[in-house]
Structure formats: structure tokens, C-alpha cells
């Protein structure tokens, strides 16, 4: 069976501080691809990042990065000088495949990440 | 670019009526998901959908749960006697096949209230 655990809750920061989210995950797969998404207040998920579980590779994409450790299965994720319009639920998420059995997306709780001015 | 499609955006029906919630994937996509979010929770698998059956159901799938590809562009979701705890946000998801995108698009949701 698959996991995802992100034990934080709620975050809040102010502007322009850093601020990283865990994502710690289980999985019997040999082969997986974990996930980021953003819910925004008006409520759609938006995709942020995917990561193969053979690319241990960091990720960074603007204010954005990714730590992705197979060594303590966790996925985490940096925004860096965080802006208000940051402020959303994030979501980390796991599959076993892309298509057929065992594609579907396994989420956790999320995490709301507010900014404060 | 394309995108997933839901409607309605919200529906409010009564305990024990039948809802059907509509989505239109991308065309020429094969994989098709319904996924739920009950209000402050996490995003839930409901069921996959692949060469017009159901490749995989969660638990919170019961009888009371049908998916159809009734032609070659709809997917829909119906439940047939709605409960208070049916009331969520539902999220219809679509997926090309092999060598596809990074991840299964997502429509924008139907929120479902039960009164």
C-alpha cells in the first residue's frame, strides 16, 4: 500500500522568508513518481513537479526547489522569498505507474502555507 | 491548450437523490480518474477508468458508485442515493497513455452539497 505523510499542518510565514514543506512517503514499488500540487483558495489542483523515483537530481525552477532523498523516502519542498501569492494548500502526491493498475494518485493531507504582508 | 472540463460547477441536491456529475476529458486521452475532496481534507482516489471498464476502485467506491463513458467524449460519476457525507468537491482527471505529460490533468471540480 502506498503513503504519504506531511505531519505539518499549517505554516506561516512573512514575506519574503523561506520556507520548506515535507513530504515523507511509503511504498512496496521499485519504480514510483511523487508529486507536487498547489490548491489555491479558489480551489483547482495545480501541478507543480514530478519526480522518477531513479532521478535523485534536486530540482530548482525559479523561487522553486525539490529535495527528493530515496534514503529517507521524503520529497520535500522550498519556496524560497515566499510571496502572498503563495498562499495555498500544497499537496504531495505518489503513484506506482503512470497508466492502468496502480496510476492513480495517492495524496496527503496537504499543507496550508499562509504568507503574511 | 486543452483541458478537462466539469459540470456543474456546484450541485446541491437532496439526502437520497441521484446525482450524475459530468466531465469531459482531453480528447484522445485513454485514461480517465474520478478523485474527491471532502471540504479541509486531502484529494481521495475513487476509481480509474481504461478501455470502458474500471481499472482499479477504492473502498469509498461502493454500489451506491457508477462511472460511464456513455459516448466518445463524456465520463460521468453517478451516485445513486446521495448521502450528507457524499457532499465534497469531486475532481475528474485524464491521462493521454504512454510517453504522456508529467501528470493526469485535472478538471477544475464539481462541488457536490447533499442537504
Known amino acids: 500500500a502506498q503513503k504519504v505523510t506531511q505531519a505539518q499542518t499549517e505554516i506561516s510565514v512573512v514575506e519574503k522568508e523561506d520556507v520548506t514543506l515535507d513530504c515523507v512517503y511509503e511504498?512496496?514499488?521499485?519504480?514510483?513518481?511523487l508529486f507536487w500540487y498547489k490548491q489555491p483558495p479558489s480551489g483547482e489542483l495545480v501541478f507543480l513537479i514530478r519526480r522518477n523515483s531513479f532521478d535523485e537530481q534536486n530540482e530548482i525552477s525559479g523561487r522553486y526547489s525539490w529535495n527528493f532523498q530515496k534514503s529517507t523516502s521524503s520529497f520535500n519542498f522550498t519556496i524560497t522569498a515566499s510571496q502572498v501569492v503563495d498562499s495555498a494548500v500544497y499537496f504531495c502526491?505518489?503513484?506506482?505507474?503512470?497508466?492502468?493498475?496502480?496510476?492513480?494518485?495517492?495524496f496527503g493531507k496537504g499543507i496550508t502555507l499562509s504568507v503574511r504582508p | 491548450e486543452p483541458e478537462v472540463t466539469q459540470t456543474p460547477s456546484h450541485q446541491v441536491t437532496q439526502m437520497g437523490q441521484e446525482v450524475i456529475l459530468r466531465c469531459v476529458p482531453i480528447s484522445n486521452h485513454l485514461y480517465f480518474y474520478w478523485y474527491r475532496q471532502i471540504l479541509g481534507q486531502k484529494v481521495e482516489f475513487l476509481v480509474s477508468f481504461y478501455n470502458n471498464e474500471i481499472s482499479e476502485k477504492s473502498e469509498i467506491f461502493d454500489d451506491q458508485f457508477s462511472v460511464e463513458r456513455p459516448d466518445g467524449s463524456n465520463f460521468t460519476l453517478k451516485i445513486r442515493s446521495t448521502k450528507l457525507e457524499d457532499s465534497a468537491m469531486y475532481f475528474c482527471?485524464?491521462?493521454?497513455?504512454?510517453?504522456?505529460?508529467?501528470?493526469?490533468?485535472f478538471g477544475p471540480g464539481t462541488r457536490l452539497t447533499v442537504l
Open positions: 482527471a485524464s491521462y493521454p497513455g504512454l510517453a504522456g505529460p508529467d501528470t493526469q490533468y
Open positions: 511504498t512496496r514499488d521499485t519504480t514510483y513518481y
Open positions: 502526491a505518489l503513484s506506482g505507474t503512470f497508466t492502468g493498475a496502480n496510476s492513480k494518485l495517492t
